[in-house]
């Protein structure tokens, strides 16, 4: 059972997101390649291949490759499948996008949002916002999967013996084409792959409030930011913010909660995290049941008196 594994990446260095990828694809089967696409990604391509448990890193690099079209991706992702048993995808929003495209062309069911990989046939995946697991076996003769990285470890770079073998892309789909992209640039670390993540919620208020609280406190930690889908749909934050079901789903060292009551659609999003801090002056709030540490208290005194404490530390 061969099994490929597509790359999320930079062009230079493989996201924490395609290692978690890997070591999942490496329960499946021995034989793990990993597909790098791109427009001058050959730097990626080399790194996938010193992966330890990668066989091949298939280098298709092509300038209209740049940037993740679903109807592209999935063209060339079905002229590799006669080799591959399954294709594994991170499940970020361009492998949700890809995906189910790649398994409607190949007539089978995807499987979404894998946490656990039981056997060939058989996977875990939450359901109800992650109150319910689900166990499903699929006898598809070819298995279309995204992964959700938060529930593996990273397969370690550098030790691997993987070659870099190019492919030839098949011809852009003539109907899509890429026109624009507005991208926020930050100094921070990403969202999706950050140790720390400091969150604020609907009782900050405003945006106003959002950034004279939440920010100040990030960039001293050295965090990302992030927010309540209640604080994003009020306009406190812009939708990248995002966490939770309908969100990005992070699983950082350190998670802290200011003014999150801690809906199921949020808590499916960062309850994996290793340590959970809540900050919420309801101490009846859903959020508490996740925390390791709790404080009942304003954010307004609380927040002001941690920042406080991390500068007498040397944070």
């Known amino acids: 059972m061969a099994v490929l594994v597509v790359a999320d990446h930079d062009n230079t260095h493989l996201r924490d997101n395609t290692n978690k990828t890997i070591t999942a694809a490496q329960r499946l089967s021995p034989e793990v390649d990993v597909l790098v696409l791109g427009s001058g990604c050959r730097a990626a391509a080399e790194e996938a291949a010193s992966v330890q448990g990668v066989r091949r890193a298939l280098l298709a690099d092509r300038e209209d490759l740049d940037k993740v079209i679903a109807e592209t991706v999935a063209d060339l992702i079905l002229s590799l499948m006669d080799g591959y048993d399954a294709v594994l995808a991170p499940a970020s929003s361009a492998g949700k996008n890809f995906a189910p495209r790649v398994a409607a062309k190949l007539d089978v069911a995807p499987l ?49 013996s993987g070659v870099v073998e190019e492919v030839q892309p098949t011809p852009p789909a003539a109907r899509t084409r890429f026109e624009r992209e507005e991208i926020v640039k930050t100094e921070r670390p990403e969202l999706g792959a950050a140790k720390i993540v400091v969150s604020g919620g609907r009782a900050l208020g405003s945006s106003e409030e959002f950034e004279r609280v939440i920010v100040p406190l990030a960039d001293l930690l050295g965090a990302a930011v992030g ?19 309908t969100g990005k789903v ?57 920042m406080d404490e991390l500068k007498q530390v040397g944070r």
């Open 227 to 245: 927010a309540s889908r209640a604080a994003v749909d009020a306009g406190y934050a812009p939708n990248d913010y995002q966490v939770g079901q």
């Open 250 to 306: 992070v699983a950082p060292d350190l998670y802290i909660a200011v003014g999150i009551s801690g809906a199921i659609q949020h808590l499916a999003g960062m309850k994996d995290s290793k340590v959970i801090v809540a900050i919420n002056k309801d101490g009846d709030a859903p959020i508490f049941s996740v925390a390791d540490y709790g404080v009942v208290g304003d954010y307004r005194t609380v927040v002001p008196q941690i």
């Open 112 to 160: 979404s949002d894998v946490i656990e990989i039981v056997d060939a046939d058989t996977f875990v995946r939450p359901i109800y916002a992650g109150n319910a697991l689900q166990t499903v076996q699929s006898s598809d003769p070819k298995k279309v999967i995204t992964v959700r990285p938060t529930a593996f470890k990273a397969a370690p770079i550098g030790g691997g």
